[in-house]
């Protein structure tokens, strides 16, 4: 073992990125224009990536290296929401940026960037490390790996590794051939299945809201929690994405993967260490703890919906049958509620509500946790029955946390009414929350997976959802079954109603 | 705004108004936007000005940290000599964060005192602090630092900031930080605070694994200031030192003033390897051998080095290390 760097201070310095050449598949798409090239820009920006990095985007349009670097500059500018373009900063970064035009089916696109990768290592010093990122129709995936493969790349004198974009397949059966496919040239721990919800600071707070207090793990159990609701509310449509979302549908699209993570990051056991097996291991021995329904029970505990044609806010807005690009007798879900349990001795017999849709009447991501009331009602019976105590986290928008309880009105009599503790996260901490990108591909880059999906956790939340899915595929649903700008279909609150419970309106 | 004279200041008061305070912002804020004001606040900020410093830039530079520190501000104005007085005033200090539509309040007390009632500020301030949360002082006066009640106002804080570059005698001020902290005072020096960015760059060049294998080469380390980076000089010479020990190489280091406008630079040469940093104005010109690399690194302001240390309300073993041997290097040269 050589010998550490001996002028490291933690405790002040920041995280920053070692050497290395980041390859993106699909580099002309939205994913890199919108999200990864301004993170990336934005990471620059903070100095937190080291002076040998460079970016090679790939894709069929024949570009120069200039050119690339005048569309890649055209995307920060667009997309940097809260990043201003310094000249001298970007004229470094763009240095760093190339480009190699191919066809990811062309077995010569991938001897082209075996080329590309070393003039880069001896040009930036970027190490022989390379961080290989798929941001290309899923369908494209296996093909992008084992064409790597082929040509020798997923080895090399530094690291490799593999990033790849959700869906991980749409069924179980799928997920587990696409790993098969990834793991004939990566190893697992060198595939990392990015989820951003997971990269939220929000998310990652709920850690350190769980394990970093000692206040909050006695109540966190069956003896305490009455159910948990886990929102995910979209207001827009499709927009423009008609054609993708009716082959996946919210029930894939959301919670296959970013809520069935909510939910474990939620209701997961305590880790003994904050390292990235110890918590993805507890999280997929939670995934594996939750129950999957039969048939019968996927009727009673599961509601789909569809939207359909409302006027919201004075405008008129298309139903999902009539946005571009979706067959107008599409049976997709743009909406999914499902009653989830978990058979371990923490949460049996609490039900988890997890909800997501588009055209819902805002767009809001939380987790309320519904504690039991008071064993006795000593005062106004109906203040304790209609204001819960709750514990809201919210991850978009205003961040932060609340705890609802009941106090005396001030004056006379025993009159009792709600309050609210809250915890503004964007306020008591004015500092730029970096975005969920910035924070996923610099672990990605330093070798941290914590925050990434692991095979088993994805393979264990397949379980899970493929049979809702047979169910679903086998029923015909009445739909559009709610109205654009509505909280979804009636029968998502008798789902909820037969339990005695109610959905909450964030 | 309440004086209080010879008579000092009752906190029961102060702390009456900061809660009549909250009320009428709390009905402000209700009558503006409809959604109240929510308070803020992770420690308690002390801060220790002279009469002389200026005040509006001091209050901006508090107004910046609040966002991020939000924090109960105790601000003490030193008064000088003249008779035993104390006066306070309470205020808040309110933004609209961005894309919000509440407004975040921090609460602020001012207390003048005279040099004669300094002895009495440390019965004023602790009951004035909120509760259960750290108290920083941050002492901006080097007057203050050599004064006998100094030292009951540093053992009520949780933390002590100073600027030992305003001091007049490095040395001595190293020799006495040392002390302190060796009695147990958590410190944070702005002087070393400043180093932070460039000791990054030294650091991020050595995670260069080829120039990393040269280190064992390095024999001489010499460390030249000009200015008011006395102790900062003293600090890096130490801090390089320390490091190179921890690595197992043992060199000569060389503290030395230069000439010219106020400057530092740090060389580490040996075995045909040389790596030399040289801060010039906002620049820091890094060489390695004979290629040479500009940087823009602009001087940080009080505001960036007051964020930095606010967040390290802890013990920094590093900080530590290097404040005990930067004293022991500075007195062994003399």
């Known amino acids: ?506 | 705004m309440a004086a209080a004279g010879a008579e000092g200041i009752p906190p029961e008061r102060v702390l009456r108004e900061l809660a009549d305070l909250w009320i009428t912002l709390g009905k402000q804020g209700e009558a503006e936007s409809g959604t109240g004001v929510l308070r803020a606040c992770t420690l308690n900020l002390v801060v220790l000005a002279e009469a002389s410093d200026d005040a509006a830039a001091l209050e901006e530079t508090i107004a910046a940290l609040m966002p991020e520190h939000p924090a109960r501000t105790i601000m003490v104005k030193l008064s000088g000599a003249g008779e035993r007085a104390l006066a306070e005033r309470v205020y808040a200090q309110c933004w609209m964060p961005f894309g919000q539509r509440r407004q975040i309040c921090c609460e602020q007390i001012a207390i003048t005192a005279s040099d004669a009632a300094l002895a009495d500020l440390e019965s004023v301030v602790l009951p004035l602090a909120a509760p259960d949360l750290p108290v920083i002082v941050w002492s901006r006066s080097a007057r203050l630092f050599e004064m006998p009640p100094f030292g009951a106002i540093a053992r009520m804080a949780t933390k002590v900031v100073v600027d030992s570059a305003a001091f007049a005698d490095a040395k001595r001020t190293l020799r006495l930080l040392a002390e302190m902290a060796r009695g147990g005072i958590l410190l944070g020096d702005l002087a070393w605070t400043r180093l932070t960015r460039w000791r990054e760059m030294l650091a991020r060049l050595f995670e260069n694994r080829n120039y990393l294998a040269k280190l064992a080469r390095i024999s001489g380390v010499r460390v030249t200031y000009y200015g008011e980076f006395a102790t900062s000089a003293w600090y890096m010479g130490a801090w390089v030192a320390d490091a190179l020990r921890d690595a197992g190489v043992s060199a000569q280091v060389v503290v030395g003033t230069g000439s010219g406008p106020p400057s530092l630079s740090v060389e580490l040469a040996g075995g045909g390897f040389r790596v030399e940093l040289v801060r010039q104005q906002d620049r820091l010109i890094i060489t390695v051998d004979n290629a040479e690399n500009c940087t823009n690194l602009p001087q940080p302001g009080d505001c960036l080095l007051m964020r930095e240390e606010l967040g390290i309300v802890r013990r920094d073993a590093v900080f530590e290390r290097t404040l005990a041997s930067a004293a022991r290097l500075a007195y062994a040269t003399d």
């Open chain 1, 1 to 506: 073992m050589g010998i550490e760097n001996p002028f490291q201070d933690p405790l002040r310095f920041e995280r920053q990125a070692p050497e290395c050449a980041i390859v993106i598949f699909g580099a002309n798409g939205d994913l890199t224009r919108r999200k990864l090239m301004p993170a990336l820009y934005r990471l620059a920006y903070d100095r937190r990536l080291s002076a040998g990095f460079a970016v090679i985007g790939i894709s069929r349009t024949a570009l120069s290296d200039d050119q690339f670097r005048d569309k890649m500059l055209e995307s920060v500018k667009q997309f940097s929401e809260d990043t201003a373009i310094d000249a001298e900063v970007w004229a470094a970064f763009a240095r760093g940026l190339y480009y190699v035009a191919g066809d990811i089916n062309d077995a010569a696109l991938y001897q082209r960037l075996g080329q590309k990768l070393t003039a880069v290592e001896t040009e930036r010093h970027t190490g022989g490390n390379a961080l290989f990122y798929l941001s290309t129709q899923p369908s494209q995936y296996a093909l992008a790996a084992l064409g790597l493969g082929g040509a020798g790349l997923g080895k090399g004198g530094g690291w490799r590794r593999l990033v790849v974009e959700k869906p991980f397949g749409h069924d179980l059966a799928s997920a587990r051939e696409l790993s098969g496919r990834l793991h004939q040239v990566f190893d697992e721990s060198d595939v990392y299945r990015i989820d951003h919800y997971l990269g939220k600071e929000t998310v990652q707070n709920i850690l350190a809201f769980r394990f970093g207090n000692g206040i909050f793990e006695p109540l966190w159990n069956r003896r305490y929690v009455n159910h948990v609701q886990i929102t995910a509310a979209e207001s827009i449509g499709v927009e423009g994405r008609g054609a993708y979302y009716q082959e996946a549908g919210a029930l894939a699209d959301m919670i296959q993967n970013h809520l069935l993570q909510v939910m474990a990051t939620i209701a997961m056991e305590p880790v003994a260490s904050f390292r990235a097996m110890s918590v993805r291991d507890e999280k997929s021995k939670l995934l594996r703890s939750m129950r999957a329904m039969t048939p019968d029970e996927v009727r009673r505990n599961s509601v789909a919906g569809q939207y359909g044609p409302a006027r919201v806010g004075g405008q008129d807005v298309a139903g999902f049958r009539q946005e571009p690009g979706v067959d107008p007798q599409s049976p997709t879900d743009t909406y999914a509620a499902v009653t989830f349990f978990v058979e371990n001795w923490r949460w049996a017999g609490v039900p988890f509500y997890v909800r997501t849709g588009k055209r819902l009447p805002k767009r809001v991501t939380e987790i309320a946790i519904q504690y039991n009331p008071a064993p006795l009602h000593i005062f106004d019976e109906d203040a304790a029955e209609s204001a819960p105590n709750l514990l809201i986290m919210r991850i978009q928008p205003e961040e932060g946390l609340s705890l609802k309880f009941l106090s005396k009105r001030p004056g006379a009599g025993m009159t009792l009414r709600p309050v609210s503790m809250d915890f503004n996260y964007g306020s008591s901490f004015g500092e730029r929350s970096p975005s969920a990108y910035e924070t996923l591909l610099l672990d990605a880059i330093m070798g941290d997976a914590t925050l990434y999906t692991r095979q088993d956790m994805v393979e264990a939340s397949w379980s899970v959802v493929e049979p809702i899915q047979n169910v679903w595929r086998e029923t015909k649903f009445d739909f559009p079954n709610y109205a654009a700008g509505t909280w979804g279909p009636a029968a998502a609150d008798e789902m909820l109603a037969r339990r005695g419970h109610a959905w909450r309106k964030p």
